[in-house]
């Protein structure tokens, strides 16, 4: 079973920003937090990734805690195109398959 | 360019039959995956192969064989198809497997009837 909840669902409006939060209790030491992004009839694709703390690229912010139970993706100013479903996921390498598992994810539906 | 390529994008067969399905990535990556999307959208890793080590989560049963003829290739294999494995199946790419940023083809729907 995944070892992540996230909601199964959200919704937002063009131009807002959007925050989706990921439940970790079991993380280990080890462990880094990635999220994908997938549309459908496509693959996944990967849009961040991070350790503690904060990261940031051109699409997403990442917000990790200091306990790192909990991840937050932070989508600014969401447009239409950015309706998908999000994925986030816990793990140290392909090493450990049982922990490339993407649960569910949270639905996206961004309105005009 | 196309990153990962999967062949066929469709792929309906009767039970019992024995199929492939082609991947491809000119990415240059040491790791290729196969993943399993069921109906209900969790999607499992069902192989990682690097370099001629091929790590196998358990719970894949023994019909399914990944086989890769060289590094930018790793195809799936599946004999006595049953209608439990009708799925997309999805392979990926990383740059080795330590790296988590993973690369993935566009998916290959498989209906057993």
């Known amino acids: 079973l995944a070892k992540t909840t996230q909601p199964i669902s959200m919704d937002s409006y063009e131009g807002q920003e959007v925050n989706i939060t990921c439940s970790h209790n079991n993380i280990a030491t080890n462990d880094y937090i990635t999220w994908y992004q997938q549309f459908p009839s496509q693959g996944p694709r990967f849009i961040i990734q991070g350790y503690k703390t904060k990261v940031t690229n051109e699409v997403a912010s990442l917000f990790i805690p200091a306990d790192r139970k909990s991840s937050t993706l932070s989508l600014p100013r969401v447009s239409l195109s950015d309706t998908a479903v999000y994925y986030c996921?816990?793990?140290?390498?392909?090493?450990?398959?049982?922990?490339?598992?993407f649960g569910t994810g949270t639905r996206l539906q961004v309105f005009p | 360019d196309t990153a990962v390529s999967q062949t066929p994008k469709y792929l309906v067969t009767q039970m019992g039959n024995d199929k492939s399905i082609k991947c491809e990535q000119n990415l240059g990556h040491d790791t290729m995956y196969w993943y399993k999307q069921d109906s209900k959208k969790f999607l499992k890793i069902m192989f990682s192969y690097n370099n001629k080590e091929l790590i196998i989560n358990e719970t894949v049963p023994n019909r399914f064989s990944p086989k890769s003829p060289d590094k930018a290739h790793l195809n799936l294999h599946i004999n006595s198809l049953e209608l439990g494995d009708s799925a997309v199946y999805f392979c990926?790419?990383?740059?080795?497997?330590?790296?988590?940023?993973?690369?993935f083809g566009p998916g290959t729907r498989l209906t057993v009837t």
């Open positions: 990926a790419s990383s740059q080795d497997r330590q790296a988590h940023e993973q690369y």
């Open positions: 996921l816990v793990g140290d390498s392909a090493y450990n398959t049982d922990k490339l598992i």
